[in-house]
């Protein structure tokens, strides 16, 4: 096994709320099977489990240990191979902290991108989710986070048996060290906060990035997945893609104006969130707008 290397500002509006008002949990006894290897856990977050012969997969850990146990006994129901892989698609509490419930043996795998934001900023999150709540500060006290037993630059593939996931990182977007999952024989798309389904790009802090989310749903759109599991809310297929990017690109034009005019960001933000409300009223939650504005204003410079 390779060598062992390691592992806020504020979350803003959108995400800030979500954090507070969505269930802070993954659901027992509720299994999805997406694909022929494929199951999916549907909670905050929403969980990738991918079954070979030989091992599996399994995409995110929950919020702190006590999700993170769910998830492995659900794991067990599904498969009967001898090796268990983990990752993360980034590095917020939600998608990392429940790894200690996890067998000793586990395989945990990530971009280094993910591991240097989780090493710089980590615990700083930790902290800012256990202010949220009562449930929270439960749910992630005593979290301990380990070394990744692998670290990979762009891309790994792991032979699951049968059946095969790319695990690769395209630049930052949601934060610095978003990694994506494609199941190649299952043609299912895991990938992260970067494709959802009507929900508003969540852009926290100044270390997202409009032009390179934008850059990978371009990459994203060839694989032309069968299915989508995204990180957060309602599963879907590869036409998720296009309406995020349509979604992303509208908001971006329309903020680039407003600049163009002279309108404050702070005017821009409320402006477009109200404008962006009416214009998709069937997306979740327009309080992210405002983040992706001052992003697109800062980008701009």
Do not use: C
């Not at 199951?39 to 599996?56: C, D, E, L, S």
């Not at 929950?62 to 268990?84: F, T, Y």
């Amino acid at each position: 096994m390779p060598g062992r290397t390691i592992l806020v500002g504020f979350l803003l509006a959108g995400a800030a709320l979500w954090a507070q008002t969505a269930p802070q949990g993954v659901p027992e006894n509720a299994v999805t099977r997406v694909s022929e290897h494929v199951y999916a856990i549907i909670g905050f977050p929403n969980i990738a489990i991918v079954v070979g012969k030989r091992a599996t997969l399994v995409a995110d850990t929950g919020m702190g240990p006590r999700n993170g146990a769910i998830i492995v006994r659900e794991v067990n129901k599904l498969a009967h191979n001898p090796i268990l892989y983990l990752t993360t698609t980034h590095f917020h509490p939600e998608h990392a902290t429940g790894e200690q419930a996890f067998p000793p043996n586990t395989v945990l795998i990530r971009d280094r991108a993910q591991q240097e934001e989780l090493e710089k900023r980590g615990q700083e999150y930790i902290d800012l989710f256990s202010s949220r709540s009562a449930q929270n500060k439960e749910l992630l006290k005593d979290v301990k986070l380990r070394k990744p037993d692998i670290l990979f630059e762009k891309e790994a593939k792991l032979d699951l048996g049968e059946v095969t996931a790319r695990l690769f990182w395209l630049g930052p977007a949601h934060t610095m060290g978003d990694e994506l999952i494609f199941v190649e024989e299952d043609s299912v798309l895991i990938p992260g906060d970067i494709v959802q389904n009507k929900l508003v790009p969540n852009m926290p802090n100044s270390d997202a990035n409009v032009k390179n989310w934008l850059a990978i749903l371009d990459k994203l759109e060839p694989l032309h997945p069968r299915f989508v599991v995204p990180d957060h809310g309602a599963l879907g297929d590869g036409s998720l893609i296009a309406k995020e990017k349509a979604f992303l690109l509208a908001l971006q034009t329309r903020a680039l104006e407003l600049k163009e005019q002279g309108t404050p960001v702070e005017q821009a933000a409320q402006t477009l969130t109200a404008e962006f409300k009416t214009k998709y009223p069937d997306w979740e939650n327009m309080n992210p707008v405002g983040n992706v504005v001052r992003r697109v204003y800062e980008e701009s410079q």
